[in-house]
């Protein structure tokens, strides 16, 4: 009797084990359990890929500037060396070309102390009380006076 009341307790033990083992692997199984980790995976790549990509477009940028600055000071020498030439070799020794000075920055980050200039007017400004220049009758009141002031032709008279 010891062994069946034995046999059904390891068999009751066993039954409650595999039950509990088989509850969690089904809750990891779950449909929704696994999309949803998924889609945490999916967007944890996707922000790392977001963040190197700005790092690449910041990396680039800094690079871009300081090419910038060295074909600028390229240039200034370039520009430099012709102005020392043609004074040095221009027959009255004076040289229309000006040097451009060496400790001048040529890009930096810092706001301009300048007023943003304004773009140019394309049309002419509108006087109060009248139509402005790209108005459609603009100008037809002088061609109108224009034509009230010139008389009919007279015929001549036989």
Do not use: W
């Not at 000006?98 to 001048?104: D, M």
Request: glycine letters at 6%.
């Amino acid at each position: 009797m010891q062994d069946i009341n034995t046999l059904i307790a390891v068999a009751i033990i066993c039954l409650l084990t595999g039950a509990a083992i088989g509850y969690f692997v089904l809750g990891r199984m779950k449909p929704e359990q696994q999309s949803r980790v998924a889609l945490e995976k999916q967007f944890n790549d996707m922000q790392r890929q977001q963040q190197d990509y700005q790092q690449q477009v910041s990396s680039h940028f800094d690079r871009t500037g300081e090419l910038l600055n060295e074909l600028a000071e390229s240039y200034r020498s370039v520009h430099n060396h012709i102005v020392d030439g043609a004074q040095t070799l221009h027959s009255t020794g004076i040289s229309p070309l000006q040097a451009i000075p060496e400790g001048r920055p040529v890009l930096d980050n810092k706001p301009s102390k300048l007023a943003p200039a304004a773009p140019p007017l394309d049309y002419a400004p509108r006087q109060p009380g009248k139509k402005g220049a790209l108005h459609e009758e603009f100008g037809m009141d002088a061609e109108k006076k224009r034509q009230d002031h010139i008389e009919s032709p007279v015929s001549p008279h036989v």
